[in-house]
Nanobody, 123 residues
């Protein structure tokens, strides 16, 4: 079965840390770029971070640069998002997806999304 499953969301205090995980099944992350997007209440979904299939290209949206870190474990077929110094504006549903800005022409393409995990930052 081809799917992405996120975990690790929850309630965190402003200034705290949280680590999101995404487990991929049937999608070798050594072959596909992978990343994280989020959708806050009443707002459009935005791409916040991704890593290319070969791991050489990494992207961070400006608002998370220096605070969030993406990492990928090809052996476990998982991708992670370490979130530090979280702010109230980080409250959103976070999605793992192969549909990212880190896609490179020539790589195999698959549009796949997880179900999302809610991050709620309390002030």
């Amino acid at each position: 079965q081809v799917r992405l499953v996120e975990s690790g969301g929850g309630l965190v205090q402003s200034g705290g840390s949280l680590r999101l995980s995404c487990s991929a099944s049937g999608v070798p992350l050594s072959t596909y770029g992978i990343g994280w997007s989020r959708q806050a209440p009443g707002k459009e979904r935005e791409d916040i971070s991704c890593v290319s299939a070969d791991g050489f290209e990494v992207y961070y949206e400006d608002s998370v640069k220096g605070r969030f870190t993406i990492s990928k474990d090809n052996a476990k077929n998982m991708v992670f998002l370490q979130m530090n110094s979280v702010k109230s504006e980080d409250t959103a549903v976070y999605y793992c997806s192969t549909d990212t800005p880190c896609y490179r022409a020539g790589d195999p393409w698959l549009e796949l999304w997880g179900q999302g995990t809610l991050v709620n930052v309390s002030s």
